[in-house]
């Protein structure tokens, strides 16, 4: 019986292992598409007439789960970019 239990918990531990290695790599893979979320913006023309909802939707879809943005959190995103309203680029 302590054999199997033995055995049992060694598979349930290396599952675990697994678990997490997967959930590394879904993490890195979505913090390079943030990345370049934040890269494309400050290269995008279109980026000062595109309004927050189809921000939020483009890092939706990138990112496979719901983000919703404020108006300010907007801004942030477009001056972390590199543009900057007040000048234009």
């Known amino acids: 019986m302590k054999a199997e239990e033995d ?11 697994q678990v997490e290695d997967r ?8 913090q390079e598409t943030v990345d370049t979320f934040f890269e494309g913006l400050g290269l995008d023309d279109e980026t000062e007439s595109r309004q927050a909802r189809e921000l ?23 001056i972390r970019s590199g543009f900057h309203p007040a000048c234009g680029a």
Not at 7 to 17: I, M, P, W
């Open 7 to 17: 055995h049992l918990l060694a598979a349930v531990e290396t599952l675990f292992e």
């Open 23 to 30: 959930l590394e790599v879904q993490l890195r893979e979505r």
């Open 56 to 78: 939020a939707d483009e890092l939706s879809g990138l990112l496979h789960f719901p983000v919703r943005l404020s108006p300010e959190q907007v801004r942030a995103l477009k």
